[in-house]
């Protein structure tokens, strides 16, 4: 009986940790390539709204939650354009630049979404992603509820960790990515276009956070609230420095974070004697304890948030 | 290189801890409303000052609605302006010195964080009457009004323990707030009064928007057994109620009746109406009765009809009829002011 309850809670807590990295690890993901290309992009938080908002807009006007995926990832890249001109053509500060586009996103998503819908006395809902039955993998005892019942996205992002690995270390894109973030000069000499290898890695970053703002607001709720992304945008950024610009330890520090916050809830709701604020800060105080072990370690890219421009020295 | 790496590290996670911390934005938008129309007699003017947005199904929208409807009855009497998102503290002072120079006569804080700069503006403007929207300060031009949700909580709990067939209940709330936390210990000591061996989980989710986090927390409150789970608000509750849908299992509102949401597992919950306060309110104003009262208090009970169960919908007849008269009898008890339940203060 005590061994089914430990089995029971522990099979929840580990769906629960995959479910709550989801949203943590797409727009790491996407993040990835454009820190590799040499930019930082804090804007994450603005662009998974926006994300997350057309998601839904998509999905509740044309019923159909593939368009609004699809929603998100072209709005996530028009979002990201912002940052991509600002740092890359108009060379502007890149963490002010991105600073910016949260609080752009933040404000224009509520904006956008009272625009739309109005003030109404529920919110408006749609049906979401359900869970996959997949037959025999989902009856495995234990593997089967941990592993193999979730719904379609969280699958699709983690098919998008091994193409992401694939493409940054295997393919010429990929290396043109890292020698762009690396040395540009060298790089331009070489005959790679700097300037668009550059925004094409912002605009996958705001394909992935897109996506990341969507799964939260028709992947794993049903609706959008203002505000919904809660700070994930920022910790994706943070999984990224941890993970060292790689898209598998990405994925394993995102489950880190998400067991975390998936730990600290099931740790309060059994009634551990410890107060709900520092049970609420456990993800937090782990990130920082992760990036004082790793930090050593961290080798950012050598033109990590340097414009670039041919004629400068 | 290592510099640049902790001071990134240090403004993103102050970053991350300001975002999560308040979810608001910052974009106050007014909005006005014309309530007076051929009345020869100025009409009071009120400004209702607001934290969050009118549509957040919760806590600032159940107060816009109880207004309006307030506006459409003493249409010519009182003229209403609304103010949005006025959430930090530093914008507050300013607003509702703002409003009193512009000459209104009532100038409604709605949340707790105007305590503190109502009490001092109050001092100011000894002719400006002011409201305070939960809270224990104050002063002779100013009121306390607040939801009594232990009442909520009670029936809540009630309901929850008589209901639940595993002995396990949930209750999730947002940030810890003094009237969310009454709320969720009269639910806990009302579901043991009528199911001692009851267990009951608790969850404070710590803000108001992260509907994911509550929905996960939900879930694993049903993962571990819970078949009844009450949610004390907000659009994290919108997340416990996506839970019960995902598992099947039931959920018991707030603030309003969310049933349309899932009709098959929102099994009830509590419905506030914030007209019965305001009215009371405004009419002490119009018969000069403010300023002079003993009591400051202007509670949302169920008494006064401010708290109300919502009803079973199309699950009544899962609702055995000896529960529905206990809570019959529990709300009875509660006009008759019999219930006995300490005093939760922390």
Known sequence: ?313 | MKKKFSLLCIVMLVISLLVTGCGGSSAPASKSTDASKDSGVNPLKVALILPGKVDDVSWNQAMYEGMKSLEKDYAGKIKVTYSENVYEVANIEPALRDFATQGFDLIMGHGFQFQEPIIKVAAEFPNTKFALGTGYKTAANTCLYDVQLEDGGYLMGTLAGLMTKTNKLGVVGGADAVEIYRGHEAFKFAAKKVNPSIQIQELYTGDWRDAAKAKEGAMSMYDAGADVIWHSGDGIGLGAVDAAKEKKKFVLGNVADQNVLVPDYVLSGIIYNWTPVIKQMIDDILNNNFTNRTDKKYMLTVANGGVTVAPFHGLDSQVPAEVKAKLEAVKKDFIDNKIEMPKFAK
Not at chain 1, 229 to 238: D, L, N, S, T, Y
């Open chain 1, 1 to 313: 009986m005590q061994t089914d309850i430990l089995t029971v809670g522990l099979v929840s807590l580990l769906a629960g940790a995959i479910r709550m990295s989801i949203p943590i690890l797409l727009p790491a993901l996407g993040e990835i390539f454009t820190q590799r290309s040499g930019i930082l992009n804090l804007g994450l938080e603005g662009i998974m709204l926006m994300g997350a908002l057309a998601g839904f807009g998509g999905t509740f006007f044309t019923q159909n939650l593939w368009f609004g995926l699809l929603a998100a990832v072209i709005t996530g890249i028009t979002f990201s354009l912002i940052m991509g001109f600002l740092s890359i053509t108009v060379k502007a500060n890149q963490v002010i630049a991105g600073t910016a586009l949260t609080i752009l996103g933040t404000g224009l998503s509520t904006f956008l979404f009272r625009e739309m819908f109005g003030i109404q006395k529920l919110p408006p809902q749609i049906e979401s992603f359900a869970p996959l039955q997949i037959p025999f993998l989902s009856d495995i005892p234990f593997l089967g509820p941990v592993l193999f019942n979730h719904n379609i996205m969280v699958y699709l992002t983690l098919l998008l960790v091994v193409c992401s690995a694939f493409v940054l270390e295997k393919t010429p894109f990929g290396l043109q990515v890292r020698a762009v973030g690396e040395n540009p000069r060298a790089a331009d000499s070489k005959g790679i276009n700097v300037t668009l290898v550059r925004y094409l890695c912002v605009m996958i970053g705001g394909a992935f956070a897109g996506l990341g703002g969507a799964f939260l607001s028709i992947g794993f709720m049903n609706t959008f609230l203002d505000g919904m992304v809660a700070g994930r945008g920022f910790i994706a950024v943070a999984v990224v420095i941890f993970a060292r610009w790689n898209p598998y330890r990405a994925l394993g520090a995102a489950l880190l974070f998400g067991g975390a916050s998936a730990l600290q809830m099931r740790l309060q709701a059994i009634g551990v004697p410890i107060p709900h604020q520092f049970l609420l800060a456990l993800p937090y105080v782990l990130t920082i304890l992760v990036l004082l072990s790793v930090s050593k370690k961290a080798e950012f890219p050598a033109a990590y948030t340097l414009p670039y421009s041919r004629s400068e020295r």
